[in-house]
């Protein structure tokens, strides 16, 4: 649209200048071709020179060059000849006759009337003196009239012009706003508590570059409040079912009458089973929560993990001797390394506990050790029952089991596994599992030894 102004300027001010030169030529040549013609007042020596018929026809001769109007004045300012027969015989007492006869002539633009005005003094050969004027004007209207019709088309074409960019803007408005109406809509739509859904954009690569990202973003919230729902029916499954069991085992004491001690001892233990998982179920969620809400606030400090081990394992021995399982510790390198101590031995007994737990009797428990220069690693292996193919990837997912009924009847939450890879995570380590079922499960994880923090990660 901002070139169009600059073209109206150059379009109106070229078509002046135009105009303007093609006048001033017109002028030249129909000057130069008055005076020659006017020289033929005296040329032809055969005419009787003082006969109107003679003016006339000059005169006549004359202004079908030009297609102009001649008039012929004698010394008395009197038009002895007018083409147009209109002032012929009355007196012309004008300035540039007078200034012409003083020897003047003159070469002008009247635009008003829109001609070229021409004096021109006819001397006497003989005697030298002016003894006419020939007064002139010649029509300079076809100039106007071309003029006029080029400017009309000009404006023509400068309205079409501006209708069209109009019409052009008005549409590229509309076709660029589309794609950000449609990432408005999606967002009130999620605004007001509606599912969040792709938007699709076609066209300028910059959007389709937002789009993509919106589309990604779109899909995390989609994730998030799908896992957000799992998590909170998960949640109220976990704790309604040991509430369950412990109402079961209540009611049934209640609704007896002289129910035997033994029977009171075996249900109220059972009782107190229950109470001690949902314990663990609330104390491992609220581990969860806390690392999620705080982003994991870490307690890093230089910590000897040889030591660190050998304490975690310390700790479960008594679970391993009931089930009468080998727990042995192999370290290859002595390891100090910068974590958070607590949360780390977290990882470490989650996994010989649930090395343990998912054991036979008389099964082994191998914790290995090692470093080198930019990690130390931590093995975790067992002869147990191992894990199906198709459960290893969901293992680390919050209440995931692969034995729903067998593993909760060991006592898990099913949040150990998601706990312990956080855990890893927020070190910058990696954790993997290798299993077969029958056979034996192995967990290796690997930690920088050196903390790294988010800046430089
Ligand atoms: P849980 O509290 O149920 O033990 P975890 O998150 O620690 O929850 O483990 C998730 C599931 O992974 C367990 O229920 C179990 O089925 C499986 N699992 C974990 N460790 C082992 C292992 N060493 N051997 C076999 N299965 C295992």
Not at 302 to 327: D, F, M, S, T, Y
Request: hydrophobic content about 40%; some cysteine; proline content about 2%.
């Amino acid at each position: 649209m901002a070139g169009i102004i600059p073209l109206i300027i150059i379009s109106t001010v070229g078509m002046a200048v135009t105009e303007n030169r093609i006048i001033e030529t017109r002028t030249k040549n129909v000057s130069a071709q008055f005076s020659m013609l006017s020289n033929l007042f005296y040329s032809n020596s055969n005419d009787d020179i003082e006969s109107d018929t003679y003016y006339d026809t000059l005169a006549d001769d004359i202004a079908g060059v030009f297609l102009s109007r001649v008039q012929l004045i004698n010394r008395d300012f009197t038009i002895i000849s007018d083409t147009y027969q209109i002032n012929k015989g009355k007196l012309c007492i004008s300035a540039e006759v007078n200034q012409c006869f003083n020897g003047v002539n003159q070469a002008y633009t009247d635009k008003k009337n829109q001609c070229i005005v021409l004096t021109q003094a006819i001397k006497d050969p003989q005697s030298g003196k002016i003894t006419h004027v020939m007064f002139a004007t010649s029509s300079i209207a076809d100039i106007y009239t071309a003029m006029h019709s080029i400017r009309l088309v000009l404006v023509t074409i400068i309205i079409i012009l501006i209708v069209a960019l109009i019409a052009l803007g008005i549409f590229s408005a509309y076709q660029l706003g589309r794609p950000f109406r449609n990432i408005r809509e999606t967002i009130e739509h999620i605004g007001e508590g509606g599912m969040a859904q792709d938007i699709s954009i076609e066209g300028a690569s910059e959007l389709q570059t937002i789009s993509g990202s919106f589309n990604t973003m779109l899909k995390r919230i989609n994730q998030l409040e799908t896992s957000r729902q799992e998590f909170v029916s998960n949640v109220s499954h976990e704790l309604k079912t040991p509430m369950t069991s412990m109402k079961v085992l209540a009611e049934s004491l209640v609704g007896q009458q002289g129910v035997p001690e033994e029977l009171y001892q075996e249900f109220l233990g059972d009782i107190v089973n229950e109470l001690d998982r949902e314990n663990n179920i609330i104390t491992d969620l609220l581990t969860l929560v806390k690392m999620d809400s705080t982003g994991m606030e870490m307690n890093i400090t230089q910590v000897n993990i040889n030591e660190l081990i050998e304490a975690q394992l310390k700790l479960v021995r008594p679970l391993a001797k009931e089930k009468n399982i080998e727990l042995v510790m192999e370290s290859f390198s002595p390891v100090i390394a910068e974590v958070d101590e607590t949360k780390f031995s977290m990882c470490i007994s989650n996994l010989v506990v649930n090395a343990i737990k998912y054991n036979n009797v008389d099964g082994w428990v191998h914790v290995s050790l090692n470093a080198d220069k930019t990690y130390f690693y931590v093995k975790v292996q067992d002869n147990g029952f191992g894990i199906p193919e198709e459960a290893q990837e969901h293992i680390f997912d919050r209440f995931y089991r692969v034995d729903k009924a067998r593993d909760r009847a060991t006592g898990g939450s099913g949040l150990g596994l998601a706990i312990t890879k956080t855990i890893v995570m927020a070190h910058k380590g990696t954790i993997k599992v290798f299993s077969q079922v029958d056979k034996g499960t192995t967990f290796t994880m690997q930690i920088p030894l050196t903390y790294l923090d988010k800046q430089n990660a």
